[in-house]
């Protein structure tokens, strides 16, 4: 197995296990990234992780400027991502290739934050990607926010400083934190009043950027993060249907999301992977509506890093716990979501899972998630122009936590 692939194999799905509120130690120097998602040879996936690849790369085409998906840098960095957890990451190549051209086009710090860790993934030019970064840092806002003021939008930073190894600003974590709804999940509020909506494409994307965070981060105050963990993990549990989906939107998007976001923090998500996978088309993609009948590039790319082997990453030592504060909380199937206690890690190795990482969606949500189109209210149609899903950390490494899809979403 190659390097690249051991790397997604071990961190495409990789999710670090959350554990009971503690304090984050002071200070700390910063340790090595997180191990990236590693991808498995392709022989050794689901055959549905690899119909799901094999549908994107039909979808591919051969442009002036390169081979890309649709000329859309955001999809195209999904499509990366995707791709290396399946075991096509040599067919992920030229789309790397492609996406380089781009960067010194792309002015927004979101998407550009997205193609990063897509370029993390796919083995990139460490110096397109550290010039990508600088763009998503300087982008930051005074009050730490990045793009547009979403859960969604704000967890591409945090994913993407993580998963290369820098540093990842507190009032950016901040930020992300302030979208954090009593009830446990992220979300916003309507246009014009004081009405909350849960969003639970931003509650996965917001999970996997703290799994990160508690992976690599140790300058960072995380008292709040570890307080609110349990309260996140009940929310996204009870939130879940009987049928194993998350509805929005499109519940294959989310749940592709949700579903990668809890492997990789060391959950279970065995029923919303069988759920996606009875959701599989028979050219490999996935929907975007509900039992839907055709496939959806987005949805594909979204749902289908679920589809894919994923790890547990592993809480950095200064983060962990100490045996007596509690052991890592997950998603019991067996007692239908009831936590379930298990002895803590503390060796800082990488648990394998199932999983995947999530894919682009074709839609903009009632709060514009990839940080340039979007409108508030209903949920309408719209341009994905962003992110994408969980990519491997440095040296090619694969996807180490969940993504999103089409937009910096």
């Not at 992300?176 to 979300?187: E, P, R, V």
């Not at 579903?259 to 069988?274: H, M, S």
């Amino acid at each position: 197995m190659s390097l690249l692939r051991k790397m997604l194999a071990a961190g495409f799905a990789a999710g670090v296990a959350l554990t009971a509120p503690v304090a984050a130690p002071a200070s700390h120097a910063t340790p090595a990234p997180a191990g990236p998602v590693v991808v498995m040879p392709a022989e050794a996936l689901p055959n549905s992780a690899d119909a799901a690849a094999a549908y994107i790369i039909g979808q591919l085409t051969d442009e002036t400027t390169g081979r890309s998906l649709g000329t859309n840098p955001g999809n195209t960095a999904d499509a990366v991502v995707l791709l290396s957890a399946a075991g096509r990451a040599d067919e992920a190549a030229d789309l790397v290739a492609w996406l380089e051209t781009r960067e010194s086009v792309t002015t927004e710090p979101v998407l550009a934050a997205k193609m990063a860790y897509a370029l993390h993934v796919g083995g990139g030019d460490a110096e397109v990607i550290d010039a990508l970064l600088t763009k998503t840092i300087d982008g930051m806002k005074e009050d730490g926010s990045v793009g547009w003021a979403s859960a969604f939008t704000q967890s591409w930073p945090i994913i993407a400083l993580s998963a290369t190894g820098r540093e990842v600003p507190q009032p950016m974590l901040d930020s992300l934190m302030s979208h954090l709804g009593d009830g446990g999940m992220f979300g916003y509020l309507s246009w014009g009043s004081d009405e909350w909506n849960d969003d639970s494409d931003g509650t996965a994307m917001a999970l996997w950027a703290l799994t990160e965070v508690r992976a690599s981060q140790c300058e960072l105050d995380l008292t709040r993060v570890d307080a609110e963990l349990p309260t996140i993990l009940t929310a996204i549990r009870s939130a879940r249907t009987d049928a194993g989906y998350w509805t929005s939107y499109s519940p294959v998007n989310s749940t592709g999301l949700m579903a990668f976001a809890q492997l990789r923090a060391g959950g279970d998500a065995a029923d919303a992977v069988v759920w996606l996978e009875a959701q599989q088309q028979a050219d490999g993609g996935l929907p975007s509506t509900l039992n839907g009948t055709s496939s959806n590039v987005m949805a594909t790319l979204q749902g289908g890093l679920a589809l894919a082997p994923v790890e547990t990453a592993p809480v950095a030592p200064c983060n962990a716990p100490a045996p007596s504060e509690g052991a890592p909380i997950g998603d019991d199937p067996v007692t239908d979501g009831d936590p379930e206690e298990v002895p803590a890690d503390t060796s800082g190795d990488i648990g394998t899972g199932t999983g995947g990482t999530t894919a682009p969606d074709t839609t903009t949500d009632a709060t514009p998630q990839d940080g340039t189109t979007g409108t508030t209210g209903a949920d309408t149609p719209g341009t994905d122009t962003g992110s994408g899903t969980g990519v491997p950390a440095a040296g090619g490494a694969k996807p180490s936590g969940l993504p999103a899809t089409g937009s910096p979403r």
